[in-house]
Each structure stands twice: as C-alpha cells, then as structure tokens.
Nanobody, 118 residues
Framework: QVQFVESGGGLVQPGGSLRLSCAAS????????MGWYRQAPGKQRELVAR???????NYADSVKGRFTISRDNAEKSVYLQMNSLKPEDTAVYYC????????????WGQGTQVTVSS
C-alpha cells in the first residue's frame, strides 16, 4: 500500500510563502498522477493542485497563480510551493494520488498544518 508523509507546514503571515513536501512509497509513483489536497476546519477536503506523470499541472481557481506543484520521480516526492498566502489558505494539507472522487481514497497521511495569520 502506498504511503505518504507530508511536511513543511507552519505558521506564516499573510503574503508569506511555504514549501510543502510529500514523500511517497510504492513502485508505481512515477506513473501516477498526484495531487495536493487540503481540509479547513468545518469544511470538506478539496483538491488544490494536481500533476500528471508527465508533469502537466492543474490548479483550483482559489490558488491559481499563487501555488505551484512539482514532482521528482527519482525521489518519489511531490512539492507544493505556496506564495502570497491568505488566511483562507489555512488548512491541513495532504498529498495523495489524484482521483476525481476524493471519497474513494481510503488511506491518508497525517497531513501538515498550514496556518496563515498575523
């Protein structure tokens, strides 16, 4: 079973930046589309960004132009560079394989907390 370990979260002021990292296990990583998801208090988990096996990316409208997803297949890692952070970006961030229906994902890592506050 593929496992994911997220890191890099923290407390940052509005307008600041953070870079999240995700280390994945599993031999199929290089051919899997990957996604970063987030869950804010009282809200459903949502897809923030995704990256295909070939590097094609797609972003939620709320983060477009501010976040950048990337991957290193040799390191089995996925990254999320977050710039111009806003208080509404506060959430626990998770990485996982990309799926259209999030409810079908059965296993999640522990996530990493991002708090944007002055």
């Amino acid at each position: 079973q593929v496992q994911f370990v997220e890191s890099g979260g923290g407390l940052v002021q509005p307008g600041g930046s953070l870079r999240l990292s995700c280390a994945a296990s599993g031999s199929m990583f290089s051919i899997e589309a990957m996604g970063w998801y987030r869950q804010a208090p009282g809200k459903q988990r949502e897809l923030v960004a995704r990256i295909g096996a070939g590097g094609r990316t797609n972003y939620a409208d709320s983060v477009k132009g501010r976040f950048t997803i990337s991957r290193d297949n040799a390191e089995k890692s996925v990254y999320l560079q977050m710039n111009s952070l806003k208080p509404e970006d506060t959430a626990v961030y998770y990485c996982n394989t990309f799926v259209i229906d999030i409810t079908t994902i059965r296993s999640w890592g522990q996530g990493t907390q991002v708090t944007v506050s002055s």
